[in-house]
């Protein structure tokens, strides 16, 4: 099936778009006059000059001051005026919400995670609505200004739950100190990104990002109405706290145990060094930066033997890339890396960490997960690929089985966002062994990373949301 073009101007900016800026603010809402609401979401789709306007994906010919965009929890829609019928034909995550226990479980908030302990009034799931994320490029002039223009607009409609702030640190680097923002899925007619790492991995159906267009399946996610269908999208928000110098420890102490360099177990753990090469290209060492076009081109399985890593020696199987995207390796659960990609919009929060002058700053992550479907693709990496090993094919290396095969090379959850509990976390370094048996397996480290927050949003389209703000309340 032929898709036709998109429609930028229909779509929410951030589904297709890499805004590349320094700060970020994203305010957590509640609704608390639904005429006011409907109101202020048409005014925000209108032009109108006194009121800050959504950002669309169209093309820019100056580069906005700022970029608005804004996502609605089922809460927040069935708030707006959605029936329970209608609801009923969302996303099924999106329907259950972030803070629903089976949610929980399924992400992995769970203990220190767990959504009863969420920040900034997210751990009350029926009272978050909108989540509007404010994007400007690094002046805080900006923010400023914008911030009081959007207070001024939802003060009358929505009670302001929380803010919360992100900012980038320098060059792309986030908390643990790791080159962020290299891979992202190349999608089927979206404006071609502006400082594109190209690759050779298949461009991933429309539908995978956008309703209403083909998606991996060969299918279509659609909702109804059809009016808030085509050209939305859904993301899991989240606020996802890093223990910075808990991961320096765990790298000094299990480098020791395991015998290689801490920086070594770090691009392990990840799949990139810390200056963004990856291990498939640079495995023995970080060497100097790759240029922007080799640095995302490689896969994990090749037929030629000089490239194939079909077991993990260089990059492991259960590195946090590699579990997130495992790209041309063969899995038993989820059809393949095409099905489950994902677009990441999320910044680093608190200040940049230094081991000369400990702090005990809170830092981490905050931002968007977007997908067509929360649950194959958000629900479905942090539950299958991020949470357990079992999801690898039996494969040896394309040059015999003597030296190993791919499923003893992996054991444990993603290091950085696996349900890790000292008693039963581990994580594979592969040796070259028929069973396994020369590998390194180091074990009883805990979380690094802890869930502060989180919502479900859908993201309507233009239209979407004009029809939001169409909506009338029923009638005695
Ligand atoms: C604080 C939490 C997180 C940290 C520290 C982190 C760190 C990183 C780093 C350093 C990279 C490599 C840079 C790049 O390839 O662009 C990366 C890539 C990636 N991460 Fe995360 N991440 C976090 C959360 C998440 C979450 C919640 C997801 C979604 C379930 C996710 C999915 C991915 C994906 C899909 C890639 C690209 C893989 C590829 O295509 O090769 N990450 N992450």
Not at 160 to 180: K, Q, T, W, Y
Not at 320 to 342: C, F, L
Not at 420 to 431: E, H, I, R, V, W
């Amino acid at each position: 099936m032929t898709n036709p073009p998109i429609d930028y101007a229909d779509v929410q900016g951030t589904i297709l778009r890499g805004y590349r800026v320094d700060l970020a603010r994203h305010f957590i809402l509640s609704i608390t006059d639904v005429a006011g609401a409907r109101c202020l979401i048409g005014l925000m789709v209108s032009g109108a000059a006194d009121v800050p306007q959504i950002t669309s994906a169209a093309r820019w010919k100056v580069k906005p001051k700022y970029f608005v965009n804004i996502g609605f929890t089922c809460a927040g829609l069935a708030a707006l005026g959605l029936t329970p019928a209608q609801l009923a034909t969302f996303d099924a995550g999106f329907q259950r919400g972030a803070t629903n226990p089976k949610t929980a479980q399924i992400v992995g908030d769970v203990g220190e995670s767990d959504p009863t302990t969420w920040v900034g009034g997210l751990s009350d799931g029926a009272a978050v609505h909108v989540v509007l994320s404010l994007w400007v490029s690094h002046d805080r002039i900006d923010l400023v200004e914008v911030t009081a223009e959007l207070r001024a607009a939802f003060a009358c409609c929505m009670n302001e739950l929380s803010a919360h702030d992100a900012h980038a640190l320098p060059a792309n680097h986030i908390h643990f100190g790791f080159r962020d923002n290299i891979a992202q899925p190349t999608v089927m007619g979206a404006p071609p990104r502006k400082c594109s790492v190209p690759d050779h991995q298949p461009v991933v159906n429309t539908g995978e990002f956008l309703l209403g267009y083909t998606n991996a399946y060969g299918s279509t996610y659609s909702v109804q109405p059809l009016e808030l269908s085509t050209n939305s999208s859904y993301s899991s928000f989240r606020i996802l706290e890093q223990d910075v110098p808990g991961f320096e420890r765990f790298l000094t102490t299990y480098a020791a145990q395991a015998k290689v360099d801490p920086e070594m177990l770090a691009a392990k753990i990840c799949g990139r060094w810390r200056n963004g090469n990856p291990l498939e290209l640079a495995p023995n060492a970080p060497g100097t930066v790759l240029p922007l076009s080799k640095l995302n081109d490689f896969t994990y399985v090749s037929q030629h033997t000089q490239e194939d890593d079909t077991l993990g020696l260089k990059c492991p199987i259960g590195s946090h890339i590699r579990r997130n995207n495992p790209r041309s390796a063969a899995v038993v659960g989820g059809t393949d890396s095409t099905h489950h990609r994902i677009v990441r919009r999320a910044m680093p929060y608190g200040p940049a960490y230094d081991s000369a002058h400990p702090d005990t700053n809170l830092r981490g992550l905050i931002g968007h997960f977007i997908n067509g479907s929360i649950t194959n693709q958000f629900e479905f990496l942090m539950s299958q690929w991020d949470n357990t090993s079992s999801f690898v094919k039996s494969a040896a290396a394309s040059c015999g089985s003597g030296i190993g095969n791919a499923v003893f090379n992996i054991s444990g959850q993603d290091v950085f966002l696996g349900v890790n509990d000292p008693s039963g976390s581990s994580f594979t370094l592969a040796g070259c062994s028929a069973t396994g048996k020369d590998n390194t397996t180091i074990t009883g480290f805990g979380r690094l990373i802890t869930t502060r927050g989180g919502a479900y949003c859908f993201l309507p389209s233009i239209t979407g949301l004009r029809y939001l703000a169409s909506l009338a309340s029923p009638t005695a």
